[in-house]
């Protein structure tokens, strides 16, 4: 049991420059913990309640005063001088406040506080988080999706799909994985340049050139690799996020100014699968569209791992519900689409319990927080997802996992992505 001595919050800044929650946490006296809290630009409708003040004459509508009061006030007065483990203090929060979406209290400011308690505890153990965030004893460092080209809500040029990401398999240390993505995001980099084109970086560090399809996209990657002296579907493979919520639009989907049906958008991604060295598809289907969603993983659920986002929302109990009708083979786990540490630990064990492979994820809007390097690490995630290789809030988490390779040598990705390679 770790005792809370002091609580404190305040409004810091995003990487998109919008406001956000970090907390900081006191346990047993001199053991601080900190922790910033991450925010979407494609989120989930089912998604824990991110509180903002919406007074437009104040960081136009995004500050989150109401938040850090909430922190400082009533949250503060009901932890001070108590003591908990990380499933009590969680619970704790919950409790307090009493809302199925932590709208009373703002699901930033919970989990700005569990992130931070958790930072306390391990500083008092004096052990790192990877080591202490969840019971386990086996660690493992995760494959790292590596988000190249951005489009859909991630970019303003003509593409409806959000992320295109290089998905370096063929390796033994995750330090030679990350070397390739890096070598490939250069290459890319000057092909672009080569064909006139823009190579200013969207909120995840990838590329946002002006290309109108997703094919084209597809391709210039796929030319990246080879000339980076890989080969893809051996050493890389691709991974898409759809985000098909974004175009989803009166039971059809409005792509590349088509008109699609769920079938028809199927038989479109299988095609792509077919043609191209893909692994992973993202919210392939609307979170709105669960009969699409079933028969998109009749279709492909043998060939690439077809990972739940806006459909799950890291919530067990919509999980349960997706495993019950056979939706998916995979999540991506966000801290902050559930709130806090212990509800997001809940859920990867569920998944894992059921055979579904797990993502820890970042989001468009990151700070420097760390906190997914360890989690991905500590629960043996097998994938982590946090953006290109620019940017410093996207890179801070590939260096936290390169520190944490000096004493974790386990890496599998064979093992990770076997049953679709």
Same mark, same amino acid.
């Given at each position: +049991?770790?005792?809370?001595?002091?609580?404190?919050?305040?409004?810091?800044?995003?990487?998109?420059?919008?406001?956000?929650?970090?907390?900081?946490? /006191?346990?047993?006296?001199?053991?601080?913990?900190?922790?910033?809290?991450?925010?979407?630009?494609?989120?989930?409708?089912?998604?824990?309640?991110?509180?903002?003040?919406?007074?437009?004459?104040?960081?136009? !509508?995004?500050?989150?005063?109401?938040?850090?009061?909430?922190?400082?006030?009533?949250?503060?007065?009901?932890?001070?001088?108590?003591?908990?483990?990380?499933?009590?203090?969680?619970?704790?929060?919950?409790?307090?406040?009493?809302?199925?979406?932590?709208?009373?209290?703002?699901?930033?400011?919970?989990?700005?506080?569990?992130?931070?308690?958790?930072?306390?505890?391990?500083?008092?153990?004096?052990? &790192?988080?990877?080591?202490?965030?969840?019971?386990?004893?086996?660690?493992?460092?995760?494959?790292? +999706?590596?988000?190249?080209?951005?489009?859909?809500?991630?970019?303003?040029?003509?593409?409806?799909?959000?992320?295109?990401?290089?998905? &370096?398999?063929?390796?033994?240390?995750?330090?030679?994985?990350?070397?390739?993505?890096?070598?490939?995001?250069?290459?890319?980099?000057?092909?672009?340049?080569?064909?006139? +084109?823009?190579?200013?970086?969207?909120?995840?560090?990838?590329?946002?050139?002006?290309?109108?399809?997703?094919?084209?996209?597809?391709?210039?990657?796929?030319?990246?690799?080879?000339?980076?002296?890989?080969?893809?579907?051996?050493?890389?493979?691709?991974?898409?996020?759809?985000?098909?919520?974004?175009?989803?639009?009166? !039971?059809?989907? +409005?792509?590349?100014?088509?008109?699609?049906?769920?079938?028809?958008?199927?038989?479109?991604?299988?095609?792509?699968?077919?043609?191209?060295?893909?692994?992973?598809?993202?919210?392939?289907?609307?979170?709105?569209?669960?009969? !699409?969603?079933?028969?998109?993983?009749?279709?492909?659920?043998?060939?690439?791992?077809?990972?739940?986002?806006?459909?799950?929302?890291?919530?067990?109990?919509?999980?349960?519900? !997706?495993?019950?009708?056979?939706?998916?083979?995979?999540?991506? /786990?966000?801290?902050?689409?559930?709130?806090?540490?212990?509800?997001?630990?809940?859920?990867?064990?569920?998944?894992?319990?059921?055979?579904?492979?797990?993502?820890?994820?970042?989001?468009?809007?990151?700070?420097?927080?760390?906190?997914?390097?360890?989690?991905?690490?500590?629960?043996?995630?097998?994938?982590?997802?946090?953006?290109?290789?620019?940017?410093?809030?996207?890179?801070?988490?590939?260096?936290?996992?390169?520190?944490?390779?000096?004493?974790?040598?386990?890496?599998? &990705?064979?093992?990770?992505?076997?049953?679709?390679?």
């Amino acid at each position: +049991m770790f005792k809370v001595t002091s609580v404190n919050s305040r409004q810091i800044l995003d990487s998109r420059g919008n406001p956000t929650v970090e907390a900081e946490i /006191i346990v047993d006296d001199n053991n601080l913990g900190r922790g910033s809290v991450p925010s979407g630009a494609s989120t989930g409708a089912l998604e824990a309640l991110e509180l903002r003040d919406n007074n437009r004459k104040i960081f136009l !509508g995004k500050s989150v005063y109401k938040a850090i009061d909430n922190i400082n006030t009533q949250i503060s007065k009901s932890v001070l001088n108590q003591s908990y483990t990380q499933e009590l203090f969680d619970k704790a929060l919950i409790d307090l406040d009493n809302t199925p979406n932590k709208e009373r209290l703002g699901a930033n400011a919970i989990l700005a506080l569990s992130i931070a308690f958790a930072n306390a505890c391990s500083r008092k153990l004096n052990k &790192p988080l990877y080591q202490t965030i969840s019971k386990s004893n086996k660690y493992s460092l995760p494959v790292p +999706m590596m988000n190249v080209i951005n489009g859909g809500a991630h970019a303003n040029n003509g593409l409806n799909f959000q992320e295109f990401m290089i998905i &370096p398999i063929g390796f033994e240390k995750y330090s030679d994985s990350l070397r390739a993505g890096v070598e490939i995001f250069h290459v890319l980099k000057e092909k672009i340049e080569k064909l006139n +084109m823009s190579t200013s970086v969207g909120d995840e560090g990838g590329f946002a050139p002006q290309i109108e399809s997703n094919i084209e996209a597809l391709d210039l990657i796929l030319d990246a690799i080879n000339d980076a002296n890989y080969v893809a579907g051996k050493h890389v493979y691709l991974g898409l996020d759809v985000a098909s919520s974004e175009f989803y639009v009166n !039971g059809n989907y +409005m792509f590349e100014n088509k008109e699609l049906s769920s079938t028809d958008f199927i038989t479109y991604l299988a095609n792509l699968c077919d043609k191209y060295p893909i692994i992973s598809i993202e919210d392939g289907m609307s979170e709105d569209d669960w009969d !699409g969603w079933s028969a998109l993983t009749k279709k492909l659920n043998d060939k690439v791992q077809l990972v739940g986002d806006d459909v799950f929302v890291t919530n067990k109990d919509i999980l349960k519900k !997706g495993i019950d009708k056979n939706i998916a083979n995979s999540i991506l /786990i966000k801290l902050n689409q559930i709130g806090t540490i212990t509800e997001t630990l809940e859920t990867i064990d569920l998944a894992k319990q059921n055979g579904y492979t797990t993502i820890i994820s970042h989001r468009s809007g990151e700070t420097e927080d760390v906190t997914i390097a360890d989690l991905s690490v500590s629960t043996s995630a097998g994938q982590i997802k946090t953006g290109s290789l620019s940017r410093t809030d996207r890179n801070a988490k590939y260096n936290q996992l390169i520190r944490i390779e000096e004493n974790v040598k386990e890496y599998n &990705p064979q093992k990770v992505f076997n049953r679709w390679l």
